[in-house]
Structures are given as structure tokens and as C-alpha cells.
């Protein structure tokens, strides 16, 4: 693995709620790619080759008057990521059924437990989105169901929808840091069905599947939603999430102009997580 160096940000945020969920949202729309949420607010990372002087000039929560918001930044080698998310990496329990854990962490008596060590990856299912999609996959039917998990992060949806039975998944994700943890994470939890790919949408031509999950951000998944309806099959079933309450309008119109209805709808401290049918 190329020796990748990251620039760190470590923002302190108040009020925390719901500051650090959009300075988080914000900081991925310019390109920072992982976090980890702190006792003070957040650490943000990007990589060196993405980082410009500018760019945290766009970011607009740091210009508002409802929050106070101050920040260190430094330059860290892709080095110690075991260690900082030991120290930051607590396990989750969803709806008593889904445990997320590291391999550090006690086993827990639910259904469905999932190991993972998340590195630099996003998607441990501590964040709103990812706690979401975990629910919706826990209360839908995915035997023998084809999957596609886009912009997997650590694969976390993609372990847990094939311990419900589905069959084949395929895994994508932009980022080689995520693609490479997501292989790990695959083979940790013993998985048989998922194929893990590095790369975008435009590894979809001609895939069909029938159900797509898509944990991103709301530009990106405003350019996909065709692309997503293209490859799902006759009534397959689409789980959107990385946005929030006030972006559903433009994401139901989008679904809506290709086919997609809206059939279920789960909120999380203003995050937003969609299910739709293709009709």
C-alpha cells in the first residue's frame, strides 16, 4: 500500500448538536473523507494531494453565530490508525438485533454481529446515516436478494446484508483506503458473496441488482439516482441516505423522474435515510 500521507483537522464545536453532524456534512462535500467524532467535536481527515489553503473557505457553519467553532490542523502519515481508532472506536448495538464491534470489543448477544476495524474508513455505524441504513436492512427482506453496496466505506451494510441472505454483492467504493479496509472486513466476518471494487457509478453499466444501498452525499447521489434506477431490476428497492430532512424534496424528485417511489422514511438527529421502490 502506497505510503499515503493525510492532513488531520481537529475542530471544537458548540453547541456539539447539531454542529458536528453539519461540519461533518459540509467538510464532505469539500472533499474531507473520513472522521472521527470527539468529546470536544470532531477530527476531520483529507488527503495531502486533495488539500488546498482554501479549502475550508466554503464551509459556511463556520461563519454562522449559532455556533462556535475552532480548529487545529497538521499533516500525519497513514500510520497508528489501528491505535487512534482504539482509542476513539466504541461498539454500537442497533435496535438489539445488529452489534458493531472492533476485534478488541466483548462479543454481544444479538443476531447479527459484525467485527470490523474501521482504520480510516467511514461507516462504523456510529454516524446517523450509517445507523439508518443498518435499521432498514434489518427490517427488510434480503434473502437471496442481489445487493449493491455504493460507497461502502468499511462494507459494514454490505457484511450485514448478506447475513440476511443476500446474494451475490458487489461493494464499491472511491476511496482505496476504504477498498482495501473493505476486503479485510469481508474476510474478518467470513463472508462468501460480497466482491469488493474500487472505483464510481461508472462500474454499474450493465450490473443489475435487486436492491441498491447508497450511504454518500447528497450531490453525489443526485448525479447517480438514473444511473441507480438503470441497474435496478423490476421492483427492486433503493435505500438512500447522507443527506438531511430539508434535501428529501430534490431527492424524491429525482427518484420520482426515473421511476423510484418513496415507501418508508427514517429520521436521526435531522439525517435522513429513504427507501424506494422502482415501479
Not at 449559532?66 to 489501528?82: G, M
Not at 438531511?244 to 429520521?267: A, F, R, S
Amino acid at each position: 500500500m502506497s505510503n499515503i500521507i493525510y492532513i488531520g483537522y481537529y475542530f471544537k464545536v458548540q453547541p456539539m448538536q447539531p454542529g458536528t453532524e453539519i461540519l461533518i456534512a459540509e467538510l464532505g462535500y469539500a472533499g474531507f473523507e473520513s472522521f472521527v467524532e470527539t468529546e470536544e467535536g470532531v477530527t476531520a481527515y483529507i488527503q495531502k494531494e486533495e488539500y488546498y489553503d482554501t479549502i475550508l473557505d466554503d464551509i459556511q457553519i463556520l461563519k454562522s453565530d449559532e455556533f462556535e467553532i475552532t480548529y487545529t490542523f497538521d499533516e500525519i502519515e497513514q500510520t497508528n490508525w489501528n491505535e487512534e481508532w482504539e482509542k476513539n472506536f466504541n461498539p454500537i448495538v442497533v435496535d438489539d438485533l445488529c452489534a458493531v464491534r472492533a476485534p478488541f470489543h466483548d462479543k454481544f448477544d444479538t443476531e447479527y454481529d459484525i467485527i470490523i476495524e474501521p482504520k480510516m474508513s467511514f461507516g462504523t455505524g456510529h454516524h446517523e446515516t450509517t445507523h439508518m441504513m443498518i435499521q432498514h436492512i434489518l427490517k427488510n427482506d434480503f434473502k437471496d436478494k442481489s445487493v449493491l453496496d455504493m460507497g461502502c466505506g468499511t462494507a459494514v451494510l454490505a457484511i450485514l446484508a448478506e447475513m440476511k441472505g443476500a446474494k451475490p454483492l458487489d461493494a464499491i467504493d472511491i476511496d482505496n483506503w476504504c477498498y482495501l479496509n473493505s476486503l479485510e472486513n469481508v474476510e474478518r466476518n467470513n463472508c462468501k458473496h460480497i466482491s469488493v471494487y474500487e472505483g464510481e457509478a461508472a462500474l454499474l453499466k450493465d450490473k443489475k441488482y435487486d436492491t441498491i444501498i447508497a450511504n454518500i452525499n447528497r450531490n453525489i447521489l443526485l448525479n447517480d439516482i438514473a444511473t441507480y434506477s438503470k441497474c435496478l431490476d423490476a421492483k427492486g428497492t433503493l435505500f438512500l441516505s447522507g443527506f438531511y430532512q430539508e434535501d428529501i424534496p430534490m431527492i424524491e424528485k429525482e427518484c420520482n423522474d426515473n421511476q423510484l417511489v418513496l415507501k418508508d422514511t427514517l429520521t436521526r438527529n435531522n439525517w435522513v435515510a429513504l427507501k424506494f421502490e422502482k415501479q
